[in-house]
Each structure stands twice: as structure tokens, then as C-alpha cells.
């Protein structure tokens, strides 16, 4: 790149928020290398919900992990805001698939551990807190300890810890992997609320292909063995989020085909087809 | 809502133990049961002849003694003095233990060139340890806190540096995640985290300091002390003394136990769900 490019490049009108740059990463595994990233290239725009879905081994959690800064052993460059993330920032928050709250302090402690090594009174920060739990719906349970909250319970203050301290990017790690499928729906529109409400940038890595078409502004579909991206669709902004509008399963059964699991659509299709060829005959 | 099925889950537990209790009422003095029958069987044993009296008086002989060593002949103050040697000695070496112990587990370099030797001085028995300490201290009461310290020492140590090792490695990372530096990393991860292990540790010190008291007062210089009297029991032939020394040993280190073990529930009161 000229350095006119770059000069141009950083004082383009409009960055993308985040751009990831022919990314690859591999693992030595006993002795054996693993290419767990392998030129990944992908722009997330200030205020867009990109979800990532994929068979394991794809490196959707690997990517997540350079992203916050907790791995810069890796070639290529991710920029956020135009500079290079080196170390994990406060910039940047991640809800896990577990929700890694620590069982000796209460929730309102587990969500004000987060604000440490930000300034402010402790009266703002008890009152950033408080706000937070009152977005997840959890201010009653500010004194209870972890150990005392459902896995649903738990992962919404985990969200809220993820979310206190404002970050310009939110990562999602497969935060309701672990979750029963009714608190699971529950969370997803949770989570569409409180991420649409604060305008905040997110990208969700999931494995379940309908959370990913519901929450996503685009889908961005990986494939394992290397990792890497397959191919980007994006969610048309008028579809509604109606899991039985026949636009959302047309696109879910396309990116169920990409992803190499179209035998359920193949079914449903045949299934269809039945009618027609007896009407033929 | 927890509540009430943790209530539902505790009939459910409790309830075979109904069927099965021997005095259905009372199921809680259960573990009284053997000893009764062993103190009646001793007692039986004693009166009958079975065995000697000079080896196993009655256990009305043995309160008797303890009401006139109380009253007459200052065993309180053997007691007491007793006791403050084991507190000292505890407080000295759970320190020290519980110091070394974190700084074992927060300093990768400190592990490396300590753990060796460490592990080498858990393979010696703590008794190794009293020809060096009074030719080093003295039989006196300097040889005796620093036996006691170091059996304190130990249990306190090889808890704590466990407590901060076993921190899960996802506590790290998120400690990493909210860019907490050292000092915030002790105080809202390590120490916490640890606190389990510390405590383990502080309360096998509590009992090993108990133990070890006692026998620094048998092995090292005559004192004033419960091992002193325990001494003077064997010289002069008074069992019932010997009987009440060791009875009083466990009754106290019981005490000590429910300390602990009340401290522990109260200081860890998260881990209940």
C-alpha cells in the first residue's frame, strides 16, 4: 500500500468501525500445525450485528479471542477505529458461552467489576450499575450471589457486566449456547432490545443458525479445516423478525445449505412437491 | 422459589433417614450412640474387675480428679498456658504459611526456586525436627512456639499455594478481558478465589498447632502446660490425671474444629447456593 493510500484511508469519510485484514492464525497441536484462521478479511460498520455461524473448528471463537486482544500472535492486521488492537481494552467486552461471574461477589459487585479500572466516583458507578441490572431486568437480585441464580439469570448479568462499561463493540461468544430453548428465545429478543437501543456494535458467534438469522444484520458463514469465511449474507432490513415469515426460512434454509445441513429443507421441500405431482398425474 | 425446592429436596433427603433411624425422634443424637455404649462398657469394665484400676479407673474417678484439679491444684492455669502457647505458635507459623503460600502461588520465578525444597520438607516427619530445635532454641518456651509454628506452617502454606494455583484459568482470561492490573487482580480474583484453600489451611493449622502443642510439652523441657501435667501423671502413677489430660486434648481440639468450621460457613457464605 503507497503511503498516499494511506493517508487517504485514515482520513477517509467513514471507516468501518472494525476491519479485520487477511487474518490467519494457526495453533501448533502436538507438533502438528492447525490452520485455524486462513485469510480472513471482514468490515463491521458502526452499529451493525454481524453473527457468525459455523461448524466447530471453523476458528469463530479464535477470531473472537484476536479481536478483544487476548491473542496478537497472528498474521494480517485487525484495526478497530483505524488503529491495531494489541491488548485487550475496555473498548471492547465479551459475554461468554459461560458466564464466568465470579461466585464470591454479588451480582451488583460481578457487574461493578467491570467499572475498575475506569474513572468515576464510586456513587456514579454504583449508579451505572444499577441502570445496567435494571436494563436485564435483574435490580431485585442485585445482592444475591451467583450460585443462586438460574443459567438464564446468570448469563443476563453477565451481559450487563459486558455492557456497563459502554463498549463500542460487543462480542458474543455463544452466549446461550448453554441455555434451555425457551430462556434461549427469551435472551435472543433480550438482546435485540438492549443492542438496537444503545445503537451498539455486535458480533455474535452462534451455532444455531435461526438465533443467527433473528439477531443478524448479516450472517457470515465459516468453514472449518481452515477456518475461513465461506460467504456473507446479508439480512434484508425489511424482513421482519417473524420466525415463520417465509422470507426468514427461505433465508435460514440457505444458510443451513451453506453450512452443508440441507437435509431438513430438502425434506420440507419434497414434502411440498408431493401435492403438485399428483395434480400433474 | 430457590427456597422452597431446596426445602422440597431436603424432605426428600431427610426422609429415609426417618425409616431408618434407631430413636425415630431424635435422630440428631445418633452419633452419641457408640460412645455411650463405649463409656458404658468401660465403666462396666471398671467396676467389675475386668480391668485393672490402676490402669483404667472409673469414670467417676476421673471427675473427681478433674473437679479437684480445677478447684485445688491449677489446672486452669496449665490451661491457659497451654493455650497461649498454641495460639502463638499458630499465629506465627499460619502467617508465615499463609504468607509464603501467595507468594508461591502469584510468582511463577518464587515457585520455581522454592517448590523443590518445600516438597522435601513435607517428606519430614514434623518430630525430625525436635533434636534440631532445642539444640537450635532451647527445651525452653522459644523451642516450643518455633515446634509449633512449624507444624502450623505446613498445612498453611501447602493450602494457600494451592488456593491461588487453582484459580480456573477462564478467571485469568477475564481478569485479562477487563484489563484489571496486579493489585486488582489479587483483590477481586486471587485472594477471594483462594480464600477456600486459605481457609482449609488455616484450620488444619489450628488442629496441627493443638496437637503439636502438646507434644512439644512431652518432648522438649518440662512447663507448666497440659503436657507438663501429663508428665507429672505418668511419674506419679495418676491415670485418672493421664485420662482427664487427654480428654481435655480432644474436647478443645473439638472446640477449635467448630471455631474453624463456623468462621469457614460465615466468611464463605457464597458457596451455599
Known amino acids: ?281 | 422459589m430457590t427456597s422452597s425446592v431446596m426445602d422440597v429436596r431436603n424432605e426428600l433427603v431427610r426422609a429415609p433417614d426417618r425409616k431408618l433411624a434407631v430413636a425415630p425422634s431424635t435422630p440428631r443424637l445418633r452419633p452419641l450412640i457408640v460412645p455411650i455404649i463405649l463409656l458404658a462398657l468401660w465403666e462396666i469394665a471398671a467396676h467389675t474387675g475386668l480391668a485393672d484400676p490402676r490402669f483404667l479407673p472409673t469414670l467417676e474417678a476421673i471427675a473427681v480428679r478433674g473437679v479437684k484439679e480445677f478447684a485445688e491444684d491449677g489446672l486452669t492455669s496449665d490451661l491457659t498456658a497451654s493455650l497461649a502457647r498454641d495460639l502463638l505458635g499458630f499465629v506465627v507459623g499460619a502467617s508465615v504459611g499463609v504468607a509464603l503460600g501467595l507468594a508461591l502461588g502469584f510468582s511463577r520465578l518464587l515457585e520455581r526456586l522454592l517448590s523443590p525444597l518445600l516438597l522435601a520438607h513435607r517428606q519430614i516427619a514434623l518430630f525430625a525436627w525436635v533434636p534440631l530445635i532445642s539444640m537450635w532454641f532451647g527445651g525452653g518456651e522459644a523451642g516450643k512456639l518455633v515446634f509449633i509454628a512449624l507444624a502450623a506452617f505446613q498445612p498453611a502454606l501447602t493450602n494457600t499455594w494451592q488456593g491461588v494455583a487453582g484459580i480456573p484459568k477462564i478467571y485469568r482470561e477475564l481478569s485479562r478481558v477487563l484489563t484489571y492490573d496486579g493489585w486488582d487482580f489479587a483483590v477481586v480474583i486471587a485472594l477471594p478465589g483462594a480464600l477456600p484453600g486459605i481457609f482449609t489451611g488455616l484450620h488444619a493449622a489450628l488442629i496441627y498447632a493443638w496437637t503439636s502443642t502438646v507434644g512439644a510439652e512431652l518432648l522438649l523441657d518440662i512447663a507448666p502446660g497440659i503436657g507438663g501435667r501429663m508428665n507429672e501423671g505418668q511419674h506419679l502413677f495418676h491415670i485418672d490425671l493421664l485420662f482427664l489430660c487427654v480428654f481435655l486434648l480432644g474436647l478443645i481440639g473439638m472446640v477449635f474444629n467448630l471455631i474453624a468450621g463456623a468462621a469457614e460457613r460465615r466468611l464463605l457464605r457464597w458457596r451455599r447456593s
Open chain 1, 1 to 281: 500500500m503507497s503511503s498516499l493510500a494511506q493517508t487517504f484511508d485514515s482520513d477517509a469519510v467513514k471507516h468501518p468501525l472494525l476491519r479485520i485484514q487477511d487474518v490467519s492464525k494457526a495453533f501448533i497441536v502436538s507438533d502438528r500445525r492447525v490452520q485455524a484462521l486462513s485469510h480472513v478479511d471482514l468490515d463491521v460498520e458502526q452499529g451493525e450485528f454481524v453473527s457468525i455461524v459455523g461448524a466447530s473448528g471453523c476458528g469463530k471463537s479464535t477470531l473472537l479471542r484476536l479481536i478483544l486482544g487476548l491473542d496478537t500472535d497472528y498474521e494480517g492486521a485487525i484495526r478497530l477505529e483505524g488503529r491495531r488492537i494489541e491488548r485487550p481494552g475496555l473498548d471492547r467486552s465479551i459475554v461468554f458461552q459461560e458466564h464466568r461471574l465470579l461466585p464470591w461477589l454479588t451480582v451488583e459487585a460481578n457487574v461493578g467489576a467491570a467499572l475498575r479500572q475506569i474513572k468515576g466516583s464510586g456513587a456514579e458507578k454504583r449508579a451505572r450499575v444499577e441502570a445496567q441490572l435494571h436494563l436485564v431486568g435483574l435490580q431485585s437480585f442485585a445482592k444475591a450471589y451467583p450460585a443462586q441464580l438460574s443459567g438464564g439469570m446468570a448469563q443476563r448479568v453477565a451481559i450487563a457486566r459486558a455492557l456497563v462499561t459502554n463498549p463500542k463493540f460487543l462480542l458474543l461468544d455463544e452466549p446461550l449456547g448453554a441455555l434451555d430453548a425457551l430462556t434461549r428465545l427469551r435472551l435472543q429478543d433480550e438482546l435485540l432490545r438492549i443492542v438496537r437501543n444503545r445503537g451498539a456494535t455486535a458480533i455474535l458467534v452462534t451455532h444455531d443458525v435461526d438465533e443467527a438469522v433473528y439477531l443478524g444484520d448479516r450472517i457470515v458463514i465459516m468453514s472449518p479445516h481452515p477456518g475461513r469465511i465461506a460467504s456473507v449474507l446479508p439480512v434484508p432490513k425489511e424482513m421482519s423478525r417473524d420466525r415463520s415469515d417465509p422470507a426468514f426460512l427461505r433465508l435460514r434454509d440457505d444458510v443451513l445449505t451453506r453450512l452443508g445441513v440441507n437435509k431438513a429443507a430438502a425434506v420440507y421441500d419434497r414434502l411440498l412437491e408431493i401435492p403438485n405431482e399428483q395434480r400433474v398425474h
